[in-house]
């Protein structure tokens, strides 16, 4: 902390963001990053998982909600990580519309944002329709606005 009583860089968790539309890799790039940086690593993925594996689905409708479920866990968990002043790898297929406002409620953080993509060519599964979380894919793509200052104090 500084002289001030501000945080500085070296006091504020780093959030690394990786996002992009499925079969992008994201999930690979963050196992591997995790590993590589000795972060953890927060995945959508692993908490629909595990609902799915506890609760069970039986149609098209369960299985959305239990998706919209993951949510509120994943920004729940990042939240107590960052408020505890960890650094952490955080992946999933984040929209810039609806997902802007629930970074911006989470503890201070410093920002690193990665955006995966791959191409029919390089991985076929990459041409499935988009999720309903995602933009068309013929609107431009947006990142996170996680460029303002994320180092506010509180929390």
């Known amino acids: ?7 500085t860089d070296q006091d504020t ?22 590993v590589e940086v000795s972060l953890p690593c927060i995945s959508r993925d692993a908490f629909k998982e595990i609902l799915f594996e506890e609760l069970g689905w039986s149609d098209r409708a369960r299985s959305q909600r239990l998706g919209r479920a993951t949510w509120p866990l994943l920004y ?15 992946e999933a297929n ?10 911006v409620r989470l ?7 990665i955006y995966c993509t ?3 060519e390089v991985d076929p599964r ?11 894919p ?9 460029g303002r200052d994320h180092r506010r104090s509180g929390g």
């Open 126 to 136: 990459a041409v499935r329709r988009p999720c309903p979380r995602q933009q068309p």
């Open 94 to 103: 984040f929209d810039p519309t609806l997902d802007a406002a629930e970074f």
């Open 76 to 90: 729940n968990v990042v939240g107590e990580q960052l408020r505890a002043g960890r650094s952490l790898i955080v």
């Open 13 to 34: 968790p780093l959030l690394v963001v990786i996002t992009g539309p499925p079969a992008s890799g994201k999930s690979t790039l963050a196992s591997a990053l995790s």
């Open 1 to 7: 902390m500084a002289a001030d009583g501000k945080l």
């Open 118 to 120: 791959a191409t029919p």
């Open 107 to 113: 503890p201070a953080f410093r920002a690193l944002q």
């Open 138 to 146: 013929s609107r431009p793509r947006r990142r996170l606005d996680l």
